[in-house]
């Protein structure tokens, strides 16, 4: 039985639609101002996103980042959010939130959990006493934080699981956990809950829950259990399943997913919102994402290298300081990597800025209707020889009618 149509804090504006791929370009308008889609949003796990202050991190153009819902609830804690006002006055954030609810870290991190129908059992890592996530409490936690999207309790299980009884139970037990975090939504005029579609690898499963989905009417749409290690030909075929059945209008979400080719091929498959901790965790360990793929500016090479991260780069540490930048050097990063936390900083900066930047300019390809041409540039500069494009993205681009191999 599907839920009763609930309120909606949010519009999702369609601009234009790719006349070949599946790519759309919106404005998703939301409580804290509008966000441009396709969009890539960055993880600021602890209401902090590692090394930038909130200042640094609008610069990049981020109108939308992730806060997580198990670490706040630990550490500030309910009654502090309460106390403050929420997550955008306690890190002094004025765009716009997405909290997860939590459950992920649940499993992922905690070998203790145990997932039954009322919720999510596991020990405290702060003192080992018993605790319970049920979807009631990740909602209340949500509400608590006040974000601009929530994302429903759903039961998470590796796409790389033989147990194809577990994953159906999760599947089944995700619907039903979306019941209850709707019901439990204090704030639906001014929060939005998005569904979560769950069911491994097995496309009649997400077929079968992507209509349950649908029916309950949610703001949003996630495609959630991807990115778990599951071959790149398999995440597409779901991703290109699950986005055939869904309503035009409502944003669509593919969770956990960052690496620059997977969300340039994932927006032809129709998809609108990632993220992931990647960008900003490798710049931890030196690496800087160019068009050109991934340099380990730790490298040897890179010593006496002064040019800027990327040439051409606009985002706050390429940029000259003739052009209002900080001029940071290859040199430079090379220098205080692993030494000194200004290095991760100012790469993070840039990794940042070019993932919003390359949904940027994805976005302005499909309103000129020239994604398929955008997508041929993209990989021409990320491939030096098309023979060594990757066979999942020629055979997912095929699909969606962009022959990645011609001229």
Same mark, same amino acid.
């Given at each position: 039985?599907?839920?009763?149509?609930?309120?909606?804090?949010?519009?999702?504006? !369609? +601009?234009?639609?790719?006349? $070949? *791929?599946?790519?759309?370009?919106?404005? @998703?308008?939301?409580?804290? =101002?509008?966000?441009? /889609?396709?969009?890539?949003?960055?993880?600021?796990?602890?209401?902090?996103?590692?090394?930038?202050?909130?200042?640094?991190?609008?610069?990049?153009?981020?109108?939308?980042?992730?806060?997580?819902?198990?670490?706040?609830?630990?550490?500030?804690?309910?009654?502090?959010?309460?106390?403050?006002?929420?997550?955008?006055?306690?890190?002094?954030?004025?765009?716009?939130?997405?909290?997860?609810?939590?459950?992920?870290?649940?499993?992922? !991190? +905690?070998?203790?959990?145990? $997932? *039954?129908?009322?919720?999510?059992?596991? @020990?405290?890592?702060?003192? =080992?006493?018993?605790? /319970?996530?049920?979807?009631?409490?990740?909602?209340?936690?949500?509400?608590?934080?006040?974000?601009?999207?929530?994302?429903?309790?759903?039961?998470?299980?590796?796409?790389?699981?033989?147990?194809?009884?577990?994953?159906?139970?999760?599947?089944?037990?995700?619907?039903?956990?979306?019941?209850?975090?709707?019901?439990?939504?204090?704030?639906?005029?001014?929060?939005?809950?998005?569904?979560?579609?769950?069911?491994?690898?097995?496309?009649? +499963?997400?077929?079968?829950?992507?209509?349950?989905?649908?029916?309950?009417?949610?703001?949003?749409?996630?495609?959630?259990?991807?990115?778990?290690?599951?071959?790149?030909?398999?995440?597409?075929?779901?991703?290109?399943?699950?986005?055939?059945?869904?309503?035009?209008?409502?944003?669509?979400?593919?969770?956990?997913?960052?690496?620059?080719?997977?969300?340039?091929?994932?927006?032809?498959?129709?998809?609108?919102?990632?993220?992931?901790?990647?960008?900003?965790?490798?710049?931890?360990?030196?690496?800087?994402?160019?068009?050109?793929?991934?340099?380990?500016?730790?490298?040897?090479?890179?010593?006496?290298?002064?040019?800027?991260?990327?040439?051409?780069?606009?985002?706050?540490?390429?940029?000259?300081?003739?052009?209002?930048?900080?001029?940071?050097?290859?040199?430079?990063?090379?220098?205080?990597?692993?030494?000194?936390?200004?290095?991760?900083?100012?790469?993070?900066?840039?990794?940042?800025?070019?993932?919003?930047?390359?949904?940027?300019?994805?976005?302005?390809?499909?309103?000129?209707?020239?994604?398929?041409?955008?997508?041929?540039?993209?990989?021409?500069?990320?491939?030096?020889?098309?023979?060594?494009?990757?066979?999942?993205?020629?055979?997912?681009?095929?699909?969606?009618?962009?022959?990645?191999?011609?001229?």
């Amino acid at each position: 039985m599907a839920a009763p149509r609930i309120p909606s804090a949010l519009t999702y504006e !369609l +601009l234009a639609k790719c006349s $070949v *791929t599946k790519a759309r370009a919106a404005t @998703l308008h939301l409580p804290h =101002g509008p966000v441009p /889609l396709p969009i890539f949003m960055p993880v600021a796990t602890q209401a902090s996103l590692k090394g930038l202050t909130p200042e640094q991190l609008e610069e990049t153009g981020c109108r939308l980042c992730l806060n997580n819902t198990y670490h706040l609830g630990l550490k500030p804690g309910q009654a502090t959010l309460d106390a403050v006002g929420g997550a955008h006055k306690l890190q002094a954030w004025p765009h716009n939130i997405l909290t997860d609810s939590g459950g992920f870290q649940m499993v992922s !991190l +905690l070998e203790l959990a145990k $997932v *039954t129908e009322e919720g999510v059992r596991f @020990l405290s890592p702060h003192d =080992g006493t018993p605790m /319970l996530l049920t979807p009631e409490h990740s909602i209340s936690l949500q509400n608590s934080i006040g974000s601009d999207i929530m994302m429903q309790l759903d039961d998470v299980i590796a796409t790389t699981s033989p147990d194809i009884a577990r994953i159906t139970e999760a599947m089944h037990r995700s619907i039903r956990w979306l019941d209850r975090c709707i019901k439990a939504n204090k704030n639906p005029e001014k929060q939005n809950l998005f569904c979560i579609i769950q069911g491994g690898l097995d496309l009649d +499963l997400r077929r079968e829950c992507t209509r349950e989905m649908v029916d309950r009417d949610t703001p949003g749409i996630a495609i959630g259990g991807l990115s778990g290690g599951e071959d790149k030909a398999s995440y597409c075929k779901v991703v290109d399943t699950c986005t055939g059945l869904l309503p035009e209008k409502k944003p669509r979400y593919v969770m956990g997913v960052g690496y620059p080719e997977d969300l340039v091929v994932s927006v032809a498959l129709g998809a609108d919102m990632f993220d992931c901790v990647w960008p900003t965790r490798t710049a931890r360990f030196g690496n800087a994402i160019t068009a050109r793929g991934v340099l380990n500016l730790r490298n040897a090479k890179y010593v006496d290298d002064f040019g800027p991260v990327e040439e051409g780069c606009q985002c706050m540490s390429c940029r000259s300081r003739e052009e209002g930048g900080l001029g940071i050097t290859r040199a430079y990063i090379n220098h205080t990597t692993a030494k000194e936390t200004v290095g991760a900083h100012v790469l993070t900066i840039h990794n940042v800025y070019y993932q919003l930047n390359l949904m940027k300019r994805a976005r302005e390809a499909i309103i000129e209707d020239q994604y398929p041409a955008f997508v041929k540039e993209f990989f021409a500069n990320l491939y030096d020889d098309k023979s060594k494009y990757p066979k999942w993205a020629v055979d997912a681009l095929s699909g969606v009618g962009v022959d990645l191999l011609s001229d």
